[in-house]
């Protein structure tokens, strides 16, 4: 399994003083060094943390792949298609929440997504829809032609933190082996942390897992680099 280290939160803490530190691209240039396998960033409409500077420097700094994560919104498609990651992740957004709060829903997205998939992959750019572990939200995903899924893992973070997170890691688990039977790559993150990331890592076929926020929590008080390997060697 493969470890994307998403860097928004980086610039959460720089956009708190509107400023220049700290700089996204130091985390960056650390996680890399610290051998993670990807690096991820959300360009939100509402540019609370990463903007439009960040994407073009992150797609030029970038060593490994670079997985932007982003809305169908035309304006973020028009960057995403001038600065051409790698990868992206196609997300809702709405602008009132405290982050991505469910996954896409790719059946209602159905025409938009169709028209929007095969233009990335025409520029040879890998489109991964987050969607919540659902069937049919997985059946769409692969008729609207993305190559690959992240599995919307917030509710089983959430589970774990009540205790009782069986069902949610049980619907994980028929979602990945259903989308590999299918034909799609499989990635998952969201809530995912240094614990509950024990019972993901068990699970076999996920190619990626993209985890931003305990990451760049522990980082505050380890450094990046530590907070980065400890958690390769868990996924490892
Ligand atoms: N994957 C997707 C699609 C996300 O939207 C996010 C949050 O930006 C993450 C992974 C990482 O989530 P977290 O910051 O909770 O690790």
Redo the contacts with the bound molecule.
């Keep these: 399994m493969k470890l994307g280290v ?1 860097i ?2 980086v610039a959460t803490v720089r956009e708190a003083r509107r400023g220049k530190e700290p700089n996204p691209l130091e985390a960056l240039i650390l996680a890399e060094e610290a051998g993670c396998d990807s690096i ?1 960033a ?1 360009l939100r409409e509402d540019r609370r943390h990463i903007n439009d500077g960040d994407i073009v420097s992150i797609r030029n700094t970038v060593r490994t792949k670079f997985n932007m ?1 982003m809305s169908i919104a035309p304006e973020i498609v028009e960057i995403a298609q001038t600065i051409k990651p790698d990868e992206i ?1 196609l ?1 809702p957004e709405k602008r009132e929440e405290i ?2 709060e469910g996954g896409l829903d790719v059946i209602g997205y159905k025409g938009e997504l169709s028209k929007i998939i095969p233009e990335f992959k025409n520029k040879n750019i890998e489109v991964s829809l ?1 969607i919540d572990p659902d069937l049919d939200q997985i059946k769409a995903s692969k008729n609207v032609g993305a190559g690959f899924i ?1 599995i ?1 893992t917030g509710s089983y973070a959430h589970a774990f933190e009540q205790g009782d997170y069986g069902e949610q890691l049980q619907l994980i688990k028929e979602s990945v082996s259903f989308a590999l039977s299918i034909g799609l790559g499989v990635n998952a ?4 942390d240094y614990k509950n990331v024990i019972e993901i890592v068990k699970i076999p076929g996920i190619e990626t897992l ?6 760049i929590a522990k980082s505050i008080f380890t450094g990046i680099s530590r907070a980065v390997k400890e958690m390769l060697e868990i996924i490892r």
């Design positions: 998403n928004d939160h991820v959300h994560e992740t997300v982050t991505t987050f992240e919307h993150g969201h809530g995912l993209n985890i931003g926020h305990s990451i």
